[in-house]
């Protein structure tokens, strides 16, 4: 079988070693991220992503956030717009003008997660994911709030996932697509899969399975073997791979690739 589609990449040395070598070494060039996530209950993930990105060399950074959070944000996060808050802490549709703004000024946005299970938030979000057109990144229990527009999701460009393999598996039903994703299946057997898939619509994803994280592209592919998932999980490499991104904006696959193993 042909795998020419494949590259596979060690965790110490870089495939695509000009992604690094084209990080601005002027923060006023190194774009801007609006990074948008948390609830009453928690914003770690956000606090997380901020930190990562600022370390990454992103040029700015803005975060939208729940108001309901005004008083219990760390002075580290300087640029904050505070969105309305429903009862159950989370962001309301109401905070539809805030968020657009967020995407006129941003050069990407990474939807972080935390946000909580609120159908409102749900319904801003998917909102969000239909009407704003630049690069967007979508992790953790964000992916699941826009679940109900899983088509508009996989069919839309610029967007990169950064999935679980449940919320893979749930992706691939929810749009019909004729491949079963198991937990036990080999690892060629879903390099293959997400060849396709990527072929057949314009998403780009990023998943672990097992010990091996996969970047899956325009039907290209890259794996590293990988042994920390708690750097995805916390949102690490979400933040990581939206920063390069941002430098190389026609290059999410090569960027995601090398973000995973940037020091």
């Given at each position: 079988?042909?795998?020419s589609y494949w590259?596979?990449?060690s965790p110490d040395t870089p495939l695509?070693?000009?992604i690094e070598w084209s990080k601005p070494e002027n923060r006023i060039q190194a774009g801007k991220l609006g990074i948008v996530g948390g609830n009453k209950l928690g914003f770690a993930g956000v606090a997380e992503a901020y930190s990562v990105a600022s370390s990454s060399g992103v040029g700015q950074i803005r975060v939208l956030l729940p108001d309901v959070l005004k008083k219990t944000i760390p002075a580290a996060?300087?640029?904050t717009v505070f969105g309305p808050t429903n009862p159950s802490g989370s962001l309301t549709k109401d905070a539809a003008a805030d968020l657009a703004m967020l995407g006129g000024w941003a050069d990407g946005i990474l939807m972080i997660g935390d946000a909580g299970r609120s159908s409102e938030t749900a319904i801003l979000?998917?909102?969000f994911l239909h009407d704003y057109a630049g690069?967007?990144?979508i992790t953790r229990?964000?992916?699941d709030l826009v679940k109900n527009s899983s088509q508009a999701l996989v069919d839309r460009p610029h967007t990169l996932l950064i999935a679980s393999f449940a919320q893979l598996q749930k992706l691939f039903q929810s749009v019909y697509y004729p491949k079963v994703l198991?937990?036990?299946m080999q690892l060629t057997n879903l390099v293959e899969a997400l060849h396709k898939f990527t072929i057949t619509y314009p998403v780009s994803i990023a998943v672990l399975h097992r010990d091996t994280f996969i970047v899956a592209s325009g039907g290209n592919v890259v794996t590293t073997p990988w042994d920390n998932p708690m750097m995805i999980w916390r949102g690490n490499i979400a933040a990581k791979a939206a920063a390069y991104w941002l430098w190389s904006p026609a290059k999410p696959l090569e960027a995601t690739s090398t973000a995973i193993i940037a020091k």
């Open positions: 079988m042909d795998f590259k596979k990449q695509f070693p000009d996060i300087t640029d979000y998917e909102q690069k967007l990144i229990d964000a992916i198991t937990f036990s």
